[in-house]
């Protein structure tokens, strides 16, 4: 008899949607037929619903080490089941920034079993632990800061950015904004009144620098035929350079801020829309809904980044940068499925089957034989509204506070045991590291 049979459902193949049974036995996919006739041990009825892969956000910020009173992995990760997201990848830039092996153990012993999804670590390049890179093993990729984001993680020297092209043992994947532009823009609005202006960091992070870093490191990655990955993409003008460059090993992420919000959007919201890189225009919001459409987006990624919000809505040199957003990644990507902007196959791709691909994330991403049970049961129908105080991250907050969606997710699966359903936690079992295929 087999552990759970999802029955009469709508399966999200990356190839199209087909209705079907998904048998799961010992947590993976052992059948996928159109009626499965023998008993199990649980069966659940998804008539009118959709079977969706496993969401894997592969840009979060879970703040351990260093500020667990903004997120830790225990309310970062019942934050991401909630929102049907059943495994991701966490960044570096923690306090201290893992930049060697120990620190790297160091933060796997920290995280321990506290993660109800899954998960996997970058690791941060620096100008000069090239040589600790060449010790790892079963990590997601490195991730290089061409620009000062949260924390001082930064690589400035070509040598290194070199050096870390030409091993190519993992993934590279880079917040691309060059911290010369930057510097400049800052030094030219230094002591002027503009900070006043709610879009001041628009302002002096503008597209220039993002574009400078894109072009670079796309040259240095196609001389040494390296698999690059460009973080939060925000302009038309990034997208465009990346048309040039596109292969199998040039990919890049946008974000769902920066896919709802745009400049205008600053009046509301001010400082809580401060981010890396920052919210763009109109014409740029257009661009990567552009680029989702025709393939140049391959992923979308939360960059799910808590602050309280009371350090939020400080004034803008103190107020940190970025937002919350895991578990709201696969509802406003449904809402735009609801709204015609995407289909629902292509949402899989973004949000599950590239992601695994991209990162080499073993048996994960698609609802295949013999893949690994992480699940989604979707009711494409429910409307909700985004509130503040039933969201699960610790920080307690959305941008998308008020916003209405329509699909949502109803039930997570993590390895073949049903975790979240109808709005609460019905298991306590844990989420494992990934396995990176080398």
């Known amino acids: 008899m087999v552990d759970l049979v999802l029955k009469k459902g709508r399966i999200v193949f990356p190839d199209g949607i087909r209705e079907g049974d998904v048998v799961i036995e010992r947590g993976v996919i052992v059948e996928i037929t159109p009626e499965y006739k023998e008993e199990a041990k649980r069966v659940i009825d998804c008539t009118g619903k959709y079977i969706f892969p496993g969401v894997i956000d592969a840009h979060v910020h879970m703040r351990i080490p260093g500020s ?239 602050h309280l919000l009371n350090e939020k809505d400080a004034p803008y040199e103190e107020c940190p940068a970025g937002v919350p957003g895991i578990e709201t990644i696969l509802p406003i990507m449904l809402d735009a499925v609801n709204r015609g902007l995407v289909d629902l196959e292509r949402v899989a791709k973004l949000l599950a089957e590239k992601p695994a691909k991209i990162f080499n994330i073993k048996n994960k991403g698609k609802i295949e034989l013999q893949y690994d049970a992480d699940l989604v049961i979707l009711d494409m129908d429910l409307e909700k509204i985004v509130t503040n105080d039933k969201l699960l991250t610790k920080c307690a907050w959305s941008p998308f506070n008020g916003m209405t969606l329509k699909g949502w997710p109803v039930t997570t699966i993590v390895g073949g045991e049903v975790i979240y359903d109808d709005g609460k936690f019905v298991s306590a079992k844990r989420g494992r590291e990934f396995n990176f295929e080398e």
């Open 68 to 306: 667990p009173y903004k997120e830790d992995f225990t309310t970062g990760s019942m934050a991401a089941i909630s929102g049907g997201v059943t495994g991701f990848l966490d960044m570096p830039n923690n306090i201290p920034p893992i930049i060697s092996k120990k620190m790297l153990a160091e933060k796997r012993d920290l995280v321990g079993d506290n993660s109800f999804a899954n998960y996997g670590f970058f690791f941060g390049a620096t100008d000069d632990n090239v040589d600790e890179i060449k010790r790892l093993s079963n990590i997601a990729g490195i991730k290089v800061y061409m620009g000062q984001s949260t924390g001082n993680l930064i690589v400035r020297k070509d040598e290194t950015l070199e050096n870390i092209f030409s091993y190519g043992k993992f993934p590279v994947v880079v917040h691309a904004e060059s911290q010369e532009c930057l510097e400049r823009f800052a030094s030219e609005y230094a002591g002027e009144d503009s900070r006043a202006r709610a879009d001041y960091h628009s302002v002096v992070r503008p597209p220039e620098c993002a574009r400078e870093a894109v072009k670079h490191v796309l040259h240095l990655a196609k001389k040494y035929n390296a698999s690059v990955h460009i973080a939060h993409v925000t302009t038309a003008e990034e997208l465009d350079i990346i048309r040039k460059f596109k292969s199998e090993k040039v990919t890049c992420e946008a974000a769902p801020h920066h896919l709802i919000f745009d400049t205008t959007s600053y009046e509301k919201f001010s400082n809580r829309l401060k981010v890396n890189p920052p919210i763009r225009s109109k014409e740029d919001t257009e661009a990567l809904w552009a680029g989702i459409t025709d393939g140049t987006i391959d992923i979308i990624a939360s960059d799910h980044a808590p």
